[in-house]
């Protein structure tokens, strides 16, 4: 999806990125080339972009100044990763950083300066989200015409950029493919083996991951082969938070019409190898992952009596006995629906699921597609499950799962290459819960803070002018202007405890807090153990109901609080950054009008009924950062 800004905020966000000092710009960035000839600084982190493996078990990453260690534990396979113009470490050099056990399979130059192949078409929406879909130069392994999904790949297929090369141990093939290429082709693939030694071959675990989030994050891992942390933390932060908001919104609906789950079978008929039966769902899947988020009970069983290849197939009087109470049945077999239907007719025709016309498969964007994109676009999955059971995307459109009886096979399948060098953008629906609670993006009035003469003070008490404590070393700043001023309003706080010897400062869960490493985070990304700037460990955590709401805006952008640093702005997009920028820079330099207007006359400050200040566009801030990927590309 692609939405469109008015043209005011277009040029207020161009404003407000002008504002950010170059300086910083320039410190925060991952190269995207090569460091020039005669430029190398040992002592420069050249990676200030990192990564942090937050779901998945399979792999992982250290950082050091101008190289990466990257690990995937489940293979064994350790690679370094060094930024291309600069040397890579010598064994002294990983002996003095603790590393001399290291036994890399590759050394890598990064940025990929000569592309990569691909084997698996799960990999290859990760890169078109990166947009490095040109980056592929070969296709390895086995293939016929329709086989891969995407467009635009197949174009490139078409026009001879991607070469095709369908035996694996063809060393000549890949010879040319190396002339052509470069030397420093990296293969990817899901088993190393019947792969040329002549490329840089990495093995890809993410099919082993247990949830739909930990796979779906090995976006990162593509990703740090192309210096693109940023981009890759940023989307896959954004696709948690869809799905996460789907989730919940599932949970509302279901617990607000009286907790009522609907029932889900997964569960298709197989004759492969001439062994027939019903296939019927497990547990411990990523659809069984799928309809418990969606707040769905899935139908599982392994008392199956046929064996199956380590498995074993329900008869069809025994699946008729399971089956046929399901609300939905979703047909998980993506190539035979007619053939089962047309075999069981007499069957199934009982199922509460048929006479509904509740059956759905996974052919909505096309039999292939489904295996080629639904890994990476989890979240998407995620809204057209919901969307199918009930529970939450009414206005979503799906575009993996179909209705068998009313829609066609690929009717929303991709069909068109418009552009091969564009990312691919997911095809979610914004997810927006009903019934919000009411808006809170402060402080507690029985929140405290010290003025200039010493004296402490609640938060209610604050008025425009007075000189507050701004840094943990002492220093004050001025109160110019309060984005939120309520006093008689109960609203719902997050008390942060800590080893400050006040009492735990009470936020709100928007309203953003300062780590020890200094960066702003939302007070809801707070964990017990995190330190706080100063040093001071968290170590409880609460919800409390408190009167009132306050937020004093100081030329600084912070402020002390029960003698915790905390900012004076709200993260509406639930991170720490905005279109990859840090939120605290953007919402410091959106407010600098309104800064400079105050100190240079008299601020009038009027609240709407909720106690915002009218001169801060909250709703228009709210949207922009719900469609924070639609607003990049």
């Known amino acids: 999806m692609v939405s469109f800004m008015p043209r005011s905020w277009t040029l207020f966000l161009a404003l ?109 929406t990760l890169l078109e989200l990166l947009g490095l879909r040109r980056e592929i130069k070969a296709w390895i392994g086995y293939y016929y015409d329709g086989f891969i999904s995407s467009p635009c790949l197949n174009q ?42 002549s490329l840089y071959n990495v093995t890809m675990s993410a099919y082993k991951e247990a949830g739909n989030k930990a796979i779906a994050e090995w976006l990162k891992f593509f990703a740090v082969f192309y210096n693109k942390e940023k981009l890759s933390t940023m989307l896959h932060d954004f696709a948690n938070a869809r799905y996460d908001c789907t989730a919940n919104e599932a949970d509302r609906n279901v617990a607000a019409s009286g907790g009522k789950r609907p029932t889900v079978l997964w569960a298709s008929w197989t004759d492969y190898d001439g062994t027939q039966g019903w296939s019927v769902g497990k547990s411990g899947t990523y659809y069984a992952e799928y309809a418990d988020d969606c707040s769905a009970d899935l139908i599982t069983s392994r008392a199956g009596t046929i064996p199956y290849f380590g498995d074993f197939l329900f008869t069809t009087r025994d699946f008729v006995e399971l089956a046929k109470t399901a609300d939905i049945w979703i047909y998980s077999n993506s190539f035979n629906w007619d053939t089962a239907k047309e075999l069981h007719k007499n069957a199934i025709s009982g199922f509460k699921s048929v006479q509904t016309g509740q059956v759905f498969d996974s ?25 199918v059971v009930g529970t939450a995307s009414p206005g979503h459109k799906r575009i993996w799962l179909r209705n068998v009886y009313t829609e066609n096979i690929a009717e929303n399948a991709l069909t068109e290459c418009k552009n091969p060098d564009a990312p691919l953008v997911p095809r979610y629906t914004p997810c927006t819960i009903l019934d919000p ?16 003469d010493g004296n402490r003070i609640p938060m209610k008490d604050i008025k425009i002018g007075d000189r507050v404590q701004v840094t943990e070393d002492g220093q004050f700043d001025t109160v110019h202007s309060f984005g939120h001023y309520k006093q008689d309003s109960v609203a719902e706080y997050l008390s942060i405890h800590s080893t400050v010897k006040t009492s735990p400062i009470t936020i709100s869960a928007a309203h953003m807090l300062f780590l020890d490493s200094k960066k702003a985070v ?26 009132g709401a306050f937020a ?26 905005y279109l990859g920028i840090d939120m605290q820079l953007i919402a410091h330099n959106a407010v600098s009008i309104r800064r400079i207007m105050c100190q240079l006359t008299s601020c009038n400050e009027r609240y709407n009924e909720d106690g915002v200040a009218t001169w801060i566009p909250l709703r228009a801030a709210s949207f922009f950062a719900a469609q924070e990927t639609g607003i990049m590309w």
């Not at 090369?165 to 470069?182: C, H, P």
């Not at 100081?554 to 950054?577: E, H, K, M, P, R």
Request: aromatic share 8%; glycine share 8%; proline share 6%.
């Open 363 to 387: 052919n909505g964007g096309g039999s292939n597609a489904w295996f080629e994109n639904r890994l990476a676009e989890y979240d998407v999955v995620l809204e057209d499950f919901c969307a």
């Open 522 to 547: 939302p007070a809801s990304s707070i964990k017990v153990g995190d330190i706080l700037l100063g040093g001071n460990p968290v170590t409880k955590i609460e919800k409390v109901s408190l009167k």
């Open 437 to 452: 609670v009411p808006i809170t993006l402060c402080f507690s009035g029985s929140s405290t803070v010290k003025l200039q």
């Open 16 to 124: 407000t990125v002008a504002l950010m000092p170059t300086s910083i710009a320039e410190l925060t960035e991952n190269l995207k080339e090569c460091v020039p000839d005669g430029e190398y600084d040992p002592d420069l982190d050249y990676f200030p972009d990192k990564v942090v493996v937050d779901d998945s078990k399979f792999w992982e990453i250290q950082y050091f100044n101008n190289f990466k260690l990257l690990r995937n534990e489940i293979e064994g396979e350790e690679f370094v990763l060094y930024q291309c113009g600069t040397p890579p470490p010598t064994a002294e050099d990983l002996a003095e950083l603790g590393l001399s056990d290291i036994d890399a399979l590759h050394e890598i130059p990064v940025p990929l300066q000569h592309g990569v192949t691909l084997g698996s078409t799960t990999h290859i």
């Open 156 to 197: 490139l297929i078409d026009d001879g950029e991607t070469t095709v090369i369908t035996d694996t141990s063809s060393q000549e093939s890949i010879d040319a493919l190396l002339e052509t290429a470069g030397p420093s082709v990296v293969s990817f693939h899901n088993f190393r083996g019947g792969y040329s030694s």
């Open 552 to 577: 004093p805006f100081t030329s600084s952008g912070t402020i002390v609080v029960n003698d915790v640093v905390a900012s004076n702005y709200v993260s509406l997009t639930g991170t720490s950054t």
